[in-house]
């Protein structure tokens, strides 16, 4: 029987996908992340989180989540303006990686998928411990799984509109590692991309050590996912995490570089990873964001190893903050920069597996 791809507009084939974005967002309420925000920013001024230009680069921090403006988008001529730049540079096809809990009106996004004529892929599952409403924390493996079957089976959010992805989170730590109710949405999401063929798309914290990364992948496999389903999301914001910020500012001999040892050592797993937060404009103090530049040189060389089957890319867009609209480069950033540059790199051969063709296979069921 041949594989299908679930949009929020019903199923496609494979061949129809086209150039695609594996990690993006449209409608979002992340407002429910405020309170994890205020952990790492406390006592901010309420004039500092409001949404003019002034205030645009210290809301680059991180501290966007806490701002009214910004932890909710809601504005549907924004958003088609900004997925238009995308389809002007080629693209075709994005996923909505916004979980239970966190995502927009599903009939709105059907709606912009519409007016856009874009392939919009919806998703299930659940996010953070820090970012999940009332009625979705403290629940077990079995109430996860069902839940997300029941959306697979008969449509997200009690409408028809099928998901065609599973979305889980690691980010939470305690001193016996990741909280085991996040492991909970991966089992949950894991066992059940293995009796669907659904791809599970695996949130990570930048601050989680890459040796959890790679024991949650092989969790989600051991739970029933086929390594090549399981996408390990946000790969390429910790390139330069292995040295801290303190150790680089207090010896004077220690430098910093690219490493992709953890994303080598997933992929040898046989999984996929994203490069998926192309023109993030975040700046923080306590760890080292990854530049553009960085994100280049790690696929560069990680397509010189031969790993350009299991690579996708994307911007993570999800608010106005990463909008052309406001100064930023928007969610075709990834299309604008990266397919110049590999030509360029003389890597003109891989544009087709990252941008089309693995996009599609993990996609398809």
Do not use: W
């Not at 991309?193 to 989680?208: A, F, K, M, Q, Y």
């Not at 080598?264 to 530049?291: A, C, H, R, S, W």
């Amino acid at each position: 029987m041949s594989k299908k791809i679930t949009t929020v507009c019903g199923d496609i084939e494979p061949k129809d996908l086209g150039v695609t974005s594996l990690h993006e967002h449209t409608y979002l309420d992340m407002s429910i992340s405020r309170e994890f925000m205020k952990r790492y920013f406390p006592d901010i001024p309420k004039e500092k989180l409001a949404f003019r230009p002034e205030n645009y680069t210290f809301l680059k921090s991180g501290t966007y989540l806490m701002s009214n403006d910004l932890a909710e988008v809601d504005d549907e001529e924004f958003l088609i303006k900004e997925y238009t730049y995308f389809k002007e540079a080629g693209g075709k096809s994005v996923c909505d990686c916004s979980p239970c809990g966190s995502g927009g009106d599903i009939n709105r996004i059907v709606s912009l998928s519409k007016k856009l004529d874009l392939n919009i892929i919806c998703a299930t599952g659940i996010y953070t411990l820090t970012s999940r409403p009332p009625e979705l924390l403290g629940k077990d493996d079995a109430f996860y799984y069902n839940y997300f079957k029941n959306e697979v089976n008969n449509g997200r959010d009690g409408t028809d509109i099928r998901p065609g992805m599973l979305k889980c989170a690691i980010a939470t730590m305690d001193a016996n590692g990741i909280m085991d109710g996040e492991l909970a949405g991966v089992r949950a999401c894991g066992k059940l991309s293995g009796e669907t063929g659904l791809s599970v798309h695996i949130h990570t914290d930048p601050n989680i050590p890459g040796e959890l990364v790679v024991e949650t992948a092989k969790l989600a496999i051991s739970s029933g996912a086929e390594p090549d389903k399981v996408h390990i999301c946000h790969m390429d914001n910790r390139l330069c995490a292995d040295v801290p910020v303190a150790s680089y500012l207090t010896d004077k001999n220690l430098a910093r570089n690219v490493s992709v040892e953890t994303q080598k050592q997933l992929l040898d797993l046989g999984v996929t990873i994203g490069f998926d937060t192309f023109g993030m404009p975040l700046t923080n103090d306590n760890y080292f964001v990854t530049e553009d530049i960085d994100r280049l040189k790690a696929l560069l060389i990680l397509l010189d190893e031969g790993y350009e089957n299991q690579i996708t890319v994307g911007c993570d867009f999800s608010n106005k903050l990463l909008g052309r609209s406001y100064g930023s480069h928007g969610v075709a950033r990834s299309l604008e920069y990266l397919i110049p540059m590999l030509k360029k790199y003389n890597k003109e051969s891989a544009i087709q597996k990252i941008f089309v063709e693995n996009p599609a296979r993990i996609l398809a069921y």
